[in-house]
C-alpha cells in the first residue's frame, strides 16, 4: 500500500507538470488529483521537492536495475540517460524550478551508486582503502553528472549514445587503472612503514 501511494502521488506531479510549472503546483493539486488525503501526501514525504527527489531517484533505479557491473554500466548509463528523456516535459520543468544545486544532488546519488558497485567489484581481492575506492566512485560520477547536466541544459538535443560511445573510449579501463594505482600506492607507503 505504502509504494502504491508513492507511485499514485508520483503519477499525478508528472501528469500535473505537463501542463503547469513545479513552482505552480500545490500539494493539494496532486492530492486532488491522485485521490489522496494531504495527511497521506505528508506521511511519505515532507513537500513537493521531496517527491520531486524521490521520483528522480526511483526512476534512475528503474532504469539501472541490474546495469551496476563493470561489463554493464555504460548500458546502464545509456539507460539513465533515456529515463531521462523519456520524462523529459518532467525533468525539463524540475529544471527550470529547483536549484541546480538540488538536480546535482539527485543525479549524484543515482550515479555514485552505479560507479561505486563498478569500483566495488572490480576490487574484489584488492587492498585498496574504502576512502580509495569512494573517491574513484566521485572522481568519476562529477564527470558523469557534469554531462548529463549540459546535456539537459541544452534541451537534451545531443545523440546521447554517442557520447556515451565516446566517454567509454574515454574512460575505458581507466577505473582499473586507478585502483591499480592506488593499490600500488598503498603497498609502497607500507613498505616505506616497514622498512624504517
Same mark, same amino acid.
Request: with cysteine.
Given at each position: 500500500m505504502q509504494n502504491t501511494t508513492k507511485l499514485a502521488l508520483e503519477a499525478s506531479l508528472k501528469k500535473l507538470l505537463l501542463h503547469k510549472?513545479? /513552482?505552480?503546483? %500545490?500539494?493539494? /493539486? =496532486? %492530492?486532488t488529483d491522485c485521490g489522496i488525503s494531504r495527511m497521506a501526501f505528508y506521511y511519505h514525504f515532507?513537500? =513537493?521537492?521531496?517527491?520531486?527527489?524521490?521520483v528522480c531517484v526511483e526512476d534512475g533505479k528503474r532504469a539501472l536495475q541490474d546495469k551496476k557491473t563493470y561489463d554493464t554500466w555504460q548500458e546502464g548509463m545509456c539507460q539513465i540517460f533515456e529515463a531521462v528523456l523519456e520524462n523529459k516535459p518532467f525533468i525539463?520543468?524540475?529544471?527550470?524550478?529547483?536549484?541546480?544545486?538540488k538536480i546535482e544532488s539527485y543525479l549524484y546519488?543515482?550515479?555514485?551508486?552505479? =560507479?561505486?558497485?563498478?569500483?566495488?567489484?572490480?576490487?574484489?581481492?584488492?587492498?585498496?582503502?574504502?576512502?580509495d575506492k569512494a573517491f574513484i566512485a566521485e572522481f568519476y560520477k562529477y564527470g558523469f553528472v557534469g554531462m548529463m547536466l549540459d546535456w539537459i541544459a541544452q534541451g537534451m538535443k545531443a545523440d546521447y549514445k554517442e557520447m556515451m560511445d565516446r566517454l567509454s573510449i574515454a574512460v575505458h579501463g581507466n577505473i582499473a587503472n586507478s585502483i591499480?594505482?592506488?593499490?600500488?600506492?598503498?603497498?609502497?607507503?607500507?613498505?616505506?612503514?616497514t622498512t624504517i
Open positions: 510549472p513545479l /513552482d505552480k503546483i %500545490t500539494i493539494n /493539486d =496532486i %492530492t515532507k513537500d =513537493i521537492y521531496d517527491l520531486v527527489e524521490w525539463m520543468n524540475v529544471y527550470r524550478c529547483v536549484s541546480r544545486d546519488k543515482l550515479t555514485f551508486g552505479l =560507479i561505486a558497485d563498478v569500483v566495488e567489484e572490480k576490487c574484489v581481492g584488492s587492498s585498496v582503502a574504502e576512502e591499480q594505482n592506488f593499490e600500488q600506492q598503498q603497498k609502497s607507503q607500507s613498505y616505506i612503514h
